[in-house]
């Protein structure tokens, strides 16, 4: 249950310069930008008037987006921000931008939509066209994103090298499976010994042994000291998903 929302630097960039924003302003605008989901398109308007930005200037970026919103947020959102900012945007970015939505769109292969969102920043200023996030809805957070920085390979190298790159939330879409009853395909069998207090050293040796066995057999095997409230000690085990739970006692290794 996730979407892939896309968008261009050079299209944020030309929605300033067609709105008359100066080219030194851009970062600070882009900055109320990024809060938009956050504050809405009147937040983002009140912001940029307290920055002290021309309302000409302020109500006509905003109306660019009203204009995405009533075009939709797909192919024909694209074409008609790139007519719109005709003159103001180089040539290439619908066709790069229309080839990726199509491309993907005819070799994906798992159920989701990408959708052009204008309202992306993806704040590191090292992008230089495409961008993109993986959203979804249920965590009210990107799980991963990343886009195409052309010349900051170069900086280091001497050489310039073109490059697109993402980064991944893993904690975050670990949760997300977790939450959703998600099991490992082929997890290995977790089993437990707990160990009754002061147990003998030769019965420490063949609880080892058995536990030597279980991992070449391809177990995951935790040898703990057996807690005094027993009970809830196996009932967090079993959350943790061990289950098999082996009580060693000094009279019943053997019989293990």
Known sequence: ????????????????????????????????????DKIGLDGVAEELAKEGYAKESI???LGLFKGVEEAGNGI???????????????????????????SVNAAKQAEFK??????????????????????????????????????????FTGMETPACGFSIGFERIVMLLLENGYKVPGGRQKKAYLLEKKLPKEAMLKVLALAKADREAGRQVLIVNMKKNKKF???????????????CYADSVDRL
Not at 78 to 97: H, M, P, Q, R, S
Not at 127 to 154: H, Q, W
Request: hydrophobic share 40%.
């Open 1 to 36: 249950n996730f979407e892939i929302r896309i968008n261009e630097r050079r299209i944020l960039k030309a929605m300033a310069a067609y709105s008359a924003f100066a080219e030194e302003d851009y970062d600070t605008v882009f900055i109320i930008l990024d809060k938009m």
């Open 59 to 61: 109500d006509k970026y």
């Open 76 to 102: 024909d959102g694209i074409c008609y921000i790139a007519k719109t900012l005709e003159g103001f945007l180089e040539e290439d970015v619908e066709k790069n931008l229309l080839e990726i939505i199509n």
């Open 114 to 155: 990408l959708v052009f969102d204008p309202t992306l920043v993806r704040g590191m200023s090292y992008y230089t066209g495409t961008i993109f996030e993986i959203a979804m809805p249920e965590l009210g957070a990107a799980c991963g994103g990343g886009g195409r920085y052309d010349k900051m390979v170069g900086k």
């Open 233 to 247: 000690q196996k009932e967090q085990l079993i959350e943790d998903g061990y289950t098999e739970i082996a009580d």
